[in-house]
């Protein structure tokens, strides 16, 4: 064949249309587009790449970052000096002077007279060492009346108390506020201050613990003369405690710890 029968072939590839591409040898396209398939590749690694990095530095810094120092509580700031009170969970340590307000069953809270605070005053009871005196001076002032006082129970450690409410409840099947009524719980008593005094007649022992003893001569002899000696009944009949009536139950109040350990929590 001469020359004139045969197509011509173009120099280059990119004298074909679109249609010619479409028709040209498979090899003839994979060439032309080899670049542009390297680019697109080239871009999907990198952002891959970029993709891990970020999720890499993102675990980092929340495992490892620096954690700020917490700040110490700083104490609460008081006007003009004052002095917190302590927390009604903190407990009170004996010769503390300061009764919490809190109470329980009608009762407030006292602290446990330390054994230095406390002295004789009968047999195997003691009392605060300020009221000790001022008790034996009563007795004797009513004995010379004819009127024989007696000290059944004065001084009280919580443990005496734990007894004297909880053991004593269960043995007569009391429930709580029938407990509380005449004896208060341990830590919430005023015998553990040593200022407290049950009194009995000792010609009407019968009437000792009872509300009948406000029909004795001691009683009577008390209601009069009690105050010269700075003792007053705790449970007079209709107390804003609620504490059940207690005429044998006695508490000094003549110095200025007594004062304050008896008046300040009800003054609250």
């Given at each position: 064949m001469d020359d004139a029968g045969l197509p011509k072939v173009p120099k280059r590839l990119s004298e074909y249309s679109a249609s010619q591409h479409d028709d040209l040898p498979q090899a003839y396209r994979e060439s032309r587009d080899e670049p542009r398939k390297s680019k697109n590749s080239l871009k999907l690694v990198g952002l891959a790449i970029a993709t891990f990095l970020l999720v890499i530095l993102s675990f980092l810094w929340s495992n490892f970052r620096p954690q700020p120092t917490p700040l110490a509580a700083s104490p609460t700031?008081?006007?003009?000096?004052?002095?917190?009170?302590?927390?009604?969970t903190q407990p009170i340590a004996p010769g503390n002077v300061e009764a919490s307000p809190d109470q329980v069953l009608g009762h407030y809270r006292y602290a446990e007279a330390p054994q230095s605070e406390l002295e004789p005053v009968a047999d195997g009871i003691k009392m605060h060492k300020a009221?000790?005196?001022?008790?034996?001076?009563?007795?004797?002032?009513a004995q010379a009346e004819g009127v024989n006082l007696v000290l059944i129970?004065?001084?009280?450690?919580?443990?005496?108390?734990?007894?004297?409410?909880?053991?004593?409840?269960?043995?007569?099947?009391?429930?709580?506020?029938?407990?509380?009524?005449?004896?208060?719980?341990?830590?919430?008593?005023?015998?553990?201050?040593?200022?407290?005094?049950d009194i009995g007649d000792a010609n009407e022992s019968?009437?000792?613990?009872?509300?009948?003893?406000?029909?004795t001569a001691a009683f009577?002899?008390?209601?009069?003369?009690?105050?010269?000696?700075?003792?007053?009944?705790?449970?007079?009949?209709?107390?804003?405690?609620?504490?059940?009536?207690?005429?044998?139950?006695?508490?000094?109040?003549?110095?200025?710890?007594?004062?304050?350990?008896?008046?300040?929590?009800?003054k609250k």
């Open positions: 700031v008081r006007p003009s000096g004052a002095v917190a009170k302590p927390s009604v009221a000790a005196p001022k008790f034996l001076a009563m007795v004797d002032a129970s004065g001084f009280r450690s919580v443990e005496d108390q734990t007894h004297l409410f909880f053991d004593v409840k269960a043995e007569r099947g009391q429930n709580t506020d029938t407990r509380a009524d005449v004896s208060a719980p341990p830590g919430y008593s005023e015998h553990h201050t040593g200022y407290a005094a019968s009437t000792n613990l009872s509300q009948s003893f406000d029909q009577k002899w008390l209601q009069k003369n009690a105050a010269y000696y700075s003792f007053e009944m705790s449970f007079a009949k209709g107390n804003p405690e609620k504490v059940s009536y207690e005429p044998w139950h006695w508490r000094y109040v003549g110095d200025r710890k007594s004062l304050e350990i008896f008046y300040r929590a009800r």
